[in-house]
C-alpha cells in the first residue's frame, strides 16, 4: 500500500483549439525561471507548436508540452470548463486553480489543459466540488477518506483498472459495463467520469482545509488493499452491489445495504420492485428538508429536486428515436420494456426492448440509463407503466424511478443527513462500506 502522498496530473479540458484565462500571479517556465507571466492569458495551437501570449510577460512557445510552474500563492483561471459532461445539467464555467499548469498538444492543432497538484490538495477541492463546502464537517471528512481511498486505489491499480467491458453482443443482447478508461495524458480527470475537481471555485478553505487535515493519509482499507471507494448521489433506500454494476467480480465491502435504521428487505422480484418504487420509504435519503440540501448540495445539484422517486415519460415515436441515436438500432415503435433481472436495490441489470422491427437485451446499469435518455437517466432503478390505447398499439411508456447514481458504495445525501444528525465520520463510513476499516498510510 502507499506511504507517502502522491502528486498528481488532473486533466482540466480536452481537444480545444484554443484557451483563454487569467494568471493570478507570477508563473515561469523551467526553461526561464526568472521570466514571469501574468495577467489574462491565451494559449493556441499549430500543429505540435504550443503558443502562449500573456498581457505582462508577452509571448512564449515550446513543442508538445508547455509547463508553467506557479509562483507563491499564484493561481490561474481558465474561462468555458465544461462541468457536468453530457448529464441534464451540462454548463461551462470559469474556474480557479492551485498549482501548476500544464498543456499539451496532440500534434493536429489540439490542446490539453492538466493541473499538476498534491493529492491533499487536490482533495480540498473535491469535497467542496462533489459537495458543498458548507456540508456538516462529518461528511466533508467522511467525503475526504472514501475520495482519498478511490483515487489511490485506482492508481495502484495502474492507468487502466476498469476499462469498458467488450460487449456482450448477439443478434438480440448488448450487455456492457463502464470502468475508468485509460486517460492517455493525465492520472484523473476534472469531471463526475472520474471525480468532481473544480479548483478553487467553490472552496472555504477554513473548512476544506480543516476536513483534508484531519483525515490526512487516512484510507479504507479491507485486507491488505485499499477500498475502492464508490459514490454517488443518492440510492433511493438502498444501495447496490459492485458486480451489478461493473465486473462480475464481488467486493464484501461494496455489498447492498438498506440506507436506513429500518431493516428494509432487498428487492428480488417485479412485485417487490413495484411495491418499493411506487412508495416513498423510510431512508437516510429520503429527505425534502430544503434548508438542509441547500446547505450540503452545490448549486447545480440543488436543480434536481426528485432524487429520491422520479417519473420520466415516452411515447412510442420519441423513445425510438431515443434508442436510435444512443444505440445506434432501429427498433421502430417501441411496445415494450421488460427488466430480465435487478440488483437488490431495485436496479435494473437486464433490461429487454421490444419493438416492431427487433428486440434487444441491454445491460448493465449504466447501459441502460444511457439508452433510455438523450443524457442519463438518474438511475435504473423504475419501474415501467405502459398506458396503452384501447387497440393495444399506441403506447406511452412511464418509467417511475428512485435515486440518483449507480448506488455503490456512499450515497452522498444519506451521508449528508446522517452527518447532520451528529452522526460521526467513521461511524457514517461504517454503515456504508460494511467491514472496511480506517488506516493511516502517511
Same mark, same amino acid.
Given at each position: 500500500m502507499i506511504h507517502q502522498e502522491p502528486h498528481l496530473r488532473v486533466g482540466i479540458m480536452e481537444r480545444k %483549439?484554443?484557451?483563454?484565462?487569467?494568471?493570478?500571479?507570477?508563473?515561469?517556465? @523551467?526553461?526561464? @525561471?526568472?521570466?514571469?507571466?501574468?495577467?489574462?492569458?491565451?494559449?493556441?495551437?499549430?500543429?505540435?507548436?504550443?503558443?502562449?501570449?500573456?498581457?505582462?510577460? &508577452?509571448? %512564449?512557445?515550446?513543442?508538445?508540452?508547455?509547463?508553467?510552474l506557479s509562483g507563491e500563492?499564484?493561481?490561474?483561471?481558465?474561462?468555458?470548463?465544461?462541468? &457536468?459532461?453530457?448529464?441534464?445539467?451540462?454548463?461551462?464555467e470559469t474556474q480557479t486553480f492551485s498549482g501548476n499548469l500544464r498543456l499539451?498538444?496532440? $500534434?493536429? $492543432?489540439?490542446?490539453?489543459?492538466?493541473?499538476?497538484?498534491?493529492?491533499?490538495?487536490?482533495?480540498?477541492?473535491?469535497?467542496?466540488? #462533489?459537495?458543498?463546502?458548507?456540508?456538516?464537517?462529518?461528511?466533508?471528512?467522511?467525503?475526504? *477518506? *472514501?475520495? /482519498?481511498?478511490?483515487?489511490?486505489? !485506482?492508481?495502484? =491499480? $495502474?492507468?487502466?483498472?476498469?476499462?469498458?467491458?467488450? @460487449?456482450?453482443?448477439?443478434?438480440n443482447e448488448h450487455i456492457v459495463w463502464y470502468? /475508468?478508461?485509460?486517460? /492517455?495524458?493525465?492520472? +484523473?480527470?476534472?469531471?463526475?467520469?472520474?471525480?468532481?475537481?473544480? $479548483?478553487?471555485?467553490? !472552496?472555504? @478553505?477554513?473548512r476544506t482545509?480543516?476536513? +483534508?487535515?484531519? %483525515?490526512?493519509?487516512?484510507?479504507?482499507?479491507y485486507g491488505n488493499a485499499v477500498c475502492d471507494a464508490r459514490y454517488y448521489k443518492c440510492c433511493g433506500g438502498r444501495t447496490e452491489t459492485f458486480e451489478n454494476t461493473w465486473e462480475d467480480t464481488p467486493h464484501p465491502y461494496l455489498s447492498s445495504i438498506a440506507d436506513s435504521t429500518v431493516a428494509h428487505p432487498p428487492v428480488l422480484d417485479e412485485a417487490s420492485a413495484q411495491r418499493w418504487l411506487l412508495s416513498s420509504p423510510e431512508a437516510f435519503c429520503n429527505t425534502r428538508d430544503e434548508k438542509l440540501l441547500r446547505q450540503i448540495l452545490p448549486s447545480f445539484d440543488q436543480e434536481t429536486k426528485d432524487f429520491f422517486r422520479w417519473q420520466v415519460a415516452y411515447d412510442q415515436e420519441e423513445l425510438g428515436k431515443i434508442l436510435l441515436m444512443k444505440s445506434g438500432i432501429d427498433f421502430g415503435l417501441v411496445q415494450d420494456l421488460i427488466p430480465?433481472?435487478?440488483?437488490?436495490?431495485?436496479?435494473?441489470? =437486464?433490461?429487454?426492448?421490444?419493438? %416492431?422491427?427487433?428486440?434487444? +437485451?441491454?445491460?448493465?446499469?449504466?447501459? *441502460? /440509463?444511457?439508452?433510455?435518455?438523450?443524457?442519463?437517466?438518474?438511475?435504473s432503478a423504475f419501474v415501467v407503466e405502459a398506458q396503452r390505447d384501447p387497440s393495444g398499439q399506441d403506447c406511452r411508456f412511464v418509467l417511475h424511478g428512485g435515486g440518483w447514481g449507480h448506488g455503490v458504495g456512499l450515497c452522498q445525501i444519506?451521508?449528508? +443527513?446522517?452527518?447532520?444528525?451528529?452522526?460521526?465520520? #467513521?461511524?457514517?463510513?461504517?454503515?456504508?462500506f460494511r467491514g472496511a476499516s480506517l488506516k493511516k498510510l502517511y
Open positions: %483549439t484554443e484557451i483563454s484565462g487569467r494568471l493570478n500571479g507570477n508563473f515561469h517556465t @523551467p526553461q526561464h @525561471p526568472a521570466h514571469s507571466f501574468s495577467g489574462s492569458f491565451s494559449v493556441r495551437a499549430r500543429g505540435d507548436e504550443i503558443f502562449l501570449t500573456a498581457s505582462k510577460g &508577452g509571448e %512564449t512557445a515550446a513543442r508538445h508540452s508547455l509547463n508553467l500563492q499564484a493561481s490561474f483561471s481558465l474561462q468555458d470548463v465544461t462541468i &457536468g459532461v453530457s448529464f441534464h445539467w451540462e454548463r461551462q499539451l498538444s496532440d $500534434g493536429r $492543432g489540439r490542446l490539453t489543459v492538466i493541473n499538476d497538484i498534491a493529492l491533499e490538495d487536490y482533495l480540498t477541492s473535491v469535497i467542496s466540488s #462533489e459537495m458543498s463546502a458548507t456540508a456538516p464537517m462529518a461528511l466533508l471528512e467522511a467525503h475526504a *477518506i *472514501i475520495s /482519498r481511498s478511490w483515487l489511490v486505489a !485506482m492508481l495502484e =491499480r $495502474g492507468q487502466s483498472p476498469f476499462p469498458a467491458s467488450s @460487449p456482450s453482443r448477439s443478434e470502468g /475508468r478508461e485509460e486517460h /492517455r495524458n493525465f492520472d +484523473v480527470c476534472a469531471d463526475d467520469h472520474c471525480q468532481r475537481y473544480q $479548483g478553487l471555485t467553490r !472552496m472555504i @478553505p477554513q482545509a480543516a476536513a +483534508v487535515n484531519a %483525515t490526512r493519509g487516512v484510507f479504507l482499507v430480465l433481472e435487478r440488483g437488490p436495490s431495485g436496479r435494473i441489470v =437486464r433490461l429487454k426492448i421490444v419493438g %416492431t422491427k427487433t428486440s434487444v +437485451v441491454v445491460g448493465k446499469e449504466l447501459e *441502460i /440509463r444511457r439508452w433510455l435518455s438523450r443524457t442519463h437517466l438518474y438511475s444519506g451521508a449528508a +443527513v446522517m452527518a447532520s444528525q451528529g452522526i460521526p465520520a #467513521e461511524a457514517i463510513l461504517r454503515h456504508y
